[in-house]
């Protein structure tokens, strides 16, 4: 934490909270450093549970959604 504890950092409003949620608490990311008129947003979500996205991942690389509950089913993911 100390990197947030820095002036610059904090003059520079690099450090961004995001709210926990019932598995994981809140947690402190980096702001993209340059700031434009308009562009980028900050990130507004936070970091992913574990598994989230499993199923999108696997059907994306091809594996059906039959393939993905046997995973499942033998605990494998």
């Known amino acids: 934490m100390r990197f947030f504890e820095d002036p610059h950092i904090r ?7 995001l709210p926990g ?12 450093p340059v700031k ?8 507004r979500l936070p970091p992913p549970d574990k ?10 690389l091809g594996m059906s959604n039959e ?3 046997t995973l499942r ?3 494998i993911i």
């Open 11 to 17: 003059a520079r409003d690099l450090m961004h909270t």
């Open 21 to 32: 949620n019932d598995d994981q608490p809140e947690s402190f990311q980096v702001r993209y």
């Open 67 to 69: 393939a993905i509950t």
């Open 36 to 43: 434009f008129s308009a562009g980028l947003d900050d990130l």
């Open 51 to 60: 598994g989230e996205h499993t199923d999108e991942i696997l059907g994306g």
């Open 73 to 75: 089913n033998r605990d």
